[in-house]
């Protein structure tokens, strides 16, 4: 044995990897696609709750943002220019 065979770390070439990836493919069926390439594919009984924490997550982000350009907007009326924008959040 060589001390490649040894490592740990040791990857298998690249024709077996394709082989076996081939070979689960065919026997671990996933239903759905994954949304990006790496991507596992999430099972439906958890898709509402994702979608929802996306929602939530989504709302929160630009909330956030409306609320700083709204204050923005009025400080700007009143003609107040903080020192640090930063410090205001």
Same mark, same amino acid.
């Given at each position: 044995?060589?001390?490649?065979?040894?490592?740990?770390?040791?990857?298998?070439? +690249?024709?077996?990897?394709?082989?076996?990836?081939?070979?689960?493919?065919?026997?671990?069926?996933?239903?759905?696609?994954?949304?990006?390439?790496?991507? $596992?594919?999430?099972? $439906?009984?958890?898709?509402?709750?994702?979608?929802?924490? +996306?929602?939530?997550?989504?709302?929160?982000? +630009?909330?956030?943002?409306?609320?700083?350009?709204?204050?923005?907007?009025?400080?700007?009326?009143?003609?107040?220019?903080?020192?640090?924008?930063?410090?205001?959040?």
């Amino acid at each position: 044995m060589s001390d490649d065979q040894n490592q740990p770390n040791a990857t298998l070439p +690249e024709p077996v990897r394709d082989h076996l990836g081939q070979q689960l493919r065919t026997v671990y069926h996933v239903d759905g696609k994954p949304r990006y390439l790496g991507d $596992e594919s999430v099972p $439906e009984a958890f898709e509402p709750q994702i979608k929802r924490l +996306e929602t939530r997550l989504k709302t929160h982000e +630009e909330g956030t943002v409306a609320v700083e350009s709204a204050l923005d907007r009025i400080l700007d009326a009143f003609g107040v220019q903080p020192d640090d924008k930063a410090s205001r959040g």
